[in-house]
């Protein structure tokens, strides 16, 4: 509001004025309050956000959802209650005036909702040859997207056991075996407001059928027993057609389920946990040393055969007997070590005695003894006109520096030689 005031003494009350109202026009602008600040789940949760408007002239207000040519709401306020999963969206504020329009405003609705199973497939049964593949597939859908799960169930007599096989939408199998049969569900699972939520599927039964298949993984491949104590050997085995052989082998014997001999016996092969699954044992009576050896299991249907191989190790003590015997042989061997040690080091002492009285001086004194006397010895032949390359008796000369007898090496040998003795003698 402007005022304008006139004062003069010619007006009557000194003074006038006159008011103008100023009305200031502008674009509308716009704020969102009570946008959601947590999780909003289907069909539990409401949602009341208000568009704020300041504007001059008095604003229009528009909610439109993104996507629709419909408007959501021609109200600053956009309410939902309850709220459901159709509601989520991207909604848009936006305010009009003679002045102009809002710039527009978003807010983005995210409705929540549980997990659940669409689809799982037609098959309720699925039908494998062993080692076949199979494949799985869940079809699922929940805000969040949901997580995937697929859970098999053994049933047995005892109890049913829940074992995790695989997570994803699609589960492939390359390898079925019968560890694979039993009941299988796919499980989806999100979490709202800090809350898991799930979904189970209809079961699926998957049967598998063809040869026997031990089961390796849960069979002792070595066992290991005290003389004397009794072993068991259990394997378990599975085969859709039942087995019709299940027998153990060792050596060149067979013995067949339900059957004894001596101190072997194979129990009767019973149902074990699993779906066409069987334990077959084998016990072995006041065990000793000579039961130490392989152990073969055979089992045999309508569709092939399987074989698996168990170790048995029987520890038997050490006898008193055995043990002296072995003392002795070690005494001896101990005994005889030292005489021969003792032995050697004397004869090394004896040699070692002999070669200290050997000079070297004494070989070159008498190799030039030898040589002066066949020198004279062979001017002597050659005034007798005997031949001269032979020595006194018919010795030839190379012959005088013979060291002893044949084979003879040792110095002291030269010094009692029978040659040189000839020699001098024949001389004399």
Not at 386 to 413: E, V
Request: aromatic letters at 6%; glycine letters at 6%.
């Amino acid at each position: 509001m402007l005022s304008c005031v006139a004062l003069h003494e010619s007006y009557s009350t000194r003074s006038s004025s006159i008011e103008v109202r100023l009305d200031v026009m502008f674009v509308p602008e716009t704020r969102l309050v009570g946008i959601p600040t947590t999780d909003i789940e289907d069909l539990k949760d409401s949602i009341a956000i208000r568009c704020v408007v300041s504007a001059n002239p008095k604003a229009s207000v528009v909610w439109r959802r993104e996507g629709q040519n419909q408007p959501a709401s021609l109200q600053e306020l956009l309410q939902f209650s309850p709220a459901i999963r159709q509601h989520s969206g991207l909604y848009t504020c936006h305010a009009r005036n003679k002045a102009g329009d809002s710039v527009p405003i978003r807010v983005h609705i995210d409705v929540k909702y549980r997990p659940k199973v669409i689809s799982v497939g037609r098959e309720r049964v699925k039908t494998s040859t062993l080692f076949a593949p199979v494949t799985f597939e869940c079809l699922g859908e929940g805000n969040p997207p949901p997580t995937y799960q697929w859970i098999q169930t053994k049933t047995s007599q005892q109890s049913d056991s829940v074992v995790e096989r695989g997570r994803g939408a699609k589960l492939h199998i390359r390898n079925v075996t019968y560890v694979y049969q039993g009941e299988w569900k796919c499980k989806v699972t999100n979490v709202i407001k800090g809350e898991e939520q799930s979904d189970i599927s209809e079961p699926i039964i998957l049967q598998v059928y063809g040869a026997p298949q031990v089961l390796r993984h849960t069979a002792t491949s070595e066992i290991f027993i005290e003389s004397g104590q009794t072993a068991d050997l259990s394997v378990v085995v599975c085969a859709d057609p039942r087995p019709r052989l299940v027998a153990w082998e060792w050596g060149s014997l067979r013995l067949k389920a339900g059957n004894e001999m001596g101190k072997f016996k194979v129990d009767d092969v019973i149902q074990e946990e699993g779906e066409d699954c069987y334990l077959t044992r084998l016990h072995v009576r006041d065990t000793s040393a000579k039961d130490s050896r392989t152990y073969y299991l055979l089992v045999e249907n309508d569709k092939g055969k399987d074989t698996h191989a168990v170790q048995l190790y029987v520890n038997e003590p050490l006898q008193m007997t055995t043990l002296v015997s072995v003392v002795g042989a070690l005494l001896v061997g101990c005994l005889v070590l030292v005489c021969v040690c003792i032995y050697a080091i004397r004869a090394g002492k004896c040699c070692f005695s002999r070669k200290s009285d050997f000079k070297p001086s004494d070989i070159h004194d008498q190799k030039l003894d030898i040589e002066k006397t066949a020198h004279h010895h062979q001017l002597t032949n050659n005034q007798n006109s005997h031949p001269p390359s032979l020595g006194p008796g018919g010795i030839h000369a190379d012959a005088i520096y013979t060291t002893g007898p044949r084979g003879g090496t040792h110095p002291d040998a030269m010094k009692t030689t029978p040659v040189l003795s000839s020699f001098s003698n024949h001389l004399n």
